[in-house]
């Protein structure tokens, strides 16, 4: 058994069982699929890149030396942000691994492959796997290797100086909670260069874990706390690779994921949005796009929903998930500018354009996101909950006999309807949400809700969480 496995956001698990030959041979067997493709980089380059929590480099100097062994060219981009290296990937034309765990505890760490044209499939994870097991490797050389050196941030940055321009949002005053952001210092060096004032907080000297989707209660205290005590317009951060946005009002109140993928593409202009069934059920009724089509939970769904999109005729297609990050399908020309597709998530992308909508708009960030009238939507997690248990216990609840659901919750008038598409979504007889899923990258049992306002939201989410620890105990 190993906790090692292929989730949305490619192969994780604890540290204990990445390092050394299982991140060593897992690379080896990407790289003999990209070989079997002839999908390498010029000159057989691979580019690598990392987040900044303890294992990182030790995992990347196992990629780098897996990529040589392999008969390829390993390219160091250093400690990056996710979409940052992806891009890079984009314009080398080069295939690319990204180690980093995301959001998840500093015990725990992963491995992100791209090919030039963006995010591996399902199918690439197949291959790799079958690869994985046809090499049987049983030794992971530990003689370093050097690898080339390549600044992947300069054209990351230039990307979203050209497109926003040197006055974009002049004027306002930013918070940047930095904790330990692969993200921290682009952020607010962007954050200048368009003009506005970046003032750094809560930088970390050890990695921190921001979910964006469950905020720790220190996080939120300190963006209230940090609010409190300055005149700031809005409060940006993002998890630890910086795919996925963090973005709060002037009062310290953290937006929503998907309200700020909204606010997104609407700026942008988007006729199609792609979007999991996890975000807000406003998005239908705001009017703001032609259409909105509705995936699975993870970007690989997104993405393909994005394809499907495009070969449909969309004009201009905007993804993004609850979590916040925003995936550009499309290709924009904004004031004469060009912005190119970037189909996997990024952070920066929403914060600029969220921080240039106030700014035109010359109002408070808190009075923009109100006008959105998004329902009350909250979610949380049980974490360390094995995807056996959650399998059973959602299995319980849809299960053709509907007493236990509807006497469950029974105050909000039972179960009216059930959606399947990713886990298990209970429409209530008032109208109320509650949705359950497993994580694809965790042992984690996810709850999400909507609810009229901000207290039947919470107290929703406490129902739905007591349910699901009684049941997975």
Avoid at 143 to 160: F, K, M
Avoid at 271 to 280: C, F, G, M, Y
Avoid at 387 to 402: G, N, S, V
Avoid at 430 to 453: C, I, K, Q, W
Wanted: aromatic share 6%.
């Amino acid at each position: 058994m190993t906790s090692l496995k292929f989730g949305t956001s490619g192969l994780r698990g604890l540290v204990t069982e990445l390092v050394g030959l299982p991140a060593y041979s897992h690379v080896r067997a990407f790289c003999a699929m990209i070989g079997e493709d002839g999908a390498a980089g010029p000159g057989g380059e691979v580019l690598i890149g990392r987040d900044l929590r303890s294992s990182s480099p030790l995992i990347a100097a196992q990629c780098a030396r897996a990529i040589v062994d392999a008969g390829l060219v390993a390219v160091d981009c250093g400690a990056i942000p996710t979409p940052a290296l992806a891009l890079a990937a984009a314009q080398c034309g080069a295939p690319a691994i990204m180690v980093t765990g995301s959001h998840i505890p500093d015990d725990r760490n992963g491995l992100k492959f791209y090919r030039s044209q963006g995010e591996i499939d399902k199918a690439d994870e197949a291959r790799i796997l079958a690869w994985h097991a046809k090499l049987n490797l049983s030794v992971a050389p530990d003689e370093p290797v050097t690898p080339r050196r390549h600044d992947a941030l300069a054209a990351y940055e230039a990307r979203y100086r050209e497109f926003f321009g040197a006055d974009a949002i002049r004027g306002l005053t930013v918070g940047v909670y930095q904790h330990s952001s692969v993200g921290r210092d682009v952020i607010c060096d962007l954050i200048a260069a368009l003009g506005a004032t970046p003032v750094p907080l809560g930088r970390a000297d050890r990695f921190i874990p921001v979910d964006t989707e469950a905020l720790r209660p220190e996080d939120v205290a300190l963006a209230a706390q940090w609010a409190g005590s300055q005149k700031l317009d809005a409060i940006v951060s993002t998890d630890g690779d910086a795919d996925r946005p963090l973005v709060a009002d002037e009062s310290g109140l953290f937006l929503r994921g998907d309200l700020v993928g909204a606010l997104t593409a609407a700026f942008l202009g988007a006729d199609v949005i792609v979007t999991p069934v996890t975000s807000n059920s406003a998005l239908e009724r705001l009017g703001l796009f032609q259409q909105v089509v509705r995936t699975r939970v993870g970007s690989p769904y997104v993405i393909a929903g994005m394809a499907e999109a495009a070969a449909a005729g969309a004009l201009l297609v905007v993804g993004f998930e609850a979590n916040g990050g925003v995936l550009l399908g499309s290709d924009v020309a904004h004031e004469g500018v060009s912005l190119a597709a970037l189909p996997t998530r990024d952070a920066m992308l929403p914060i600029l354009a969220t921080l240039t909508a106030i700014a035109r708009a010359q109002k408070p960030l808190s009075r923009l996101a109100a006008e959105q009238n998004f329902a009350i939507a909250l979610s949380n997690r049980l974490q360390e909950v094995p995807q056996e248990k959650t399998a059973a216990f959602i299995a319980r609840l849809d299960a053709d006999d509907p007493a236990y659901r509807n006497a469950a919750f029974a105050s909000h008038g039972g179960v009216a309807a059930r959606d399947r598409r990713d886990g298990l979504r209970l429409t209530l007889g008032n109208g109320n949400t509650v949705h359950f899923r497993a994580s694809g990258n965790a042992p984690e049992l996810r709850v999400y809700v909507e609810a009229m306002d901000e207290a039947a939201a919470g107290a929703l989410l406490q129902e739905g969480l007591k349910l699901a620890r009684e049941t997975t105990a």
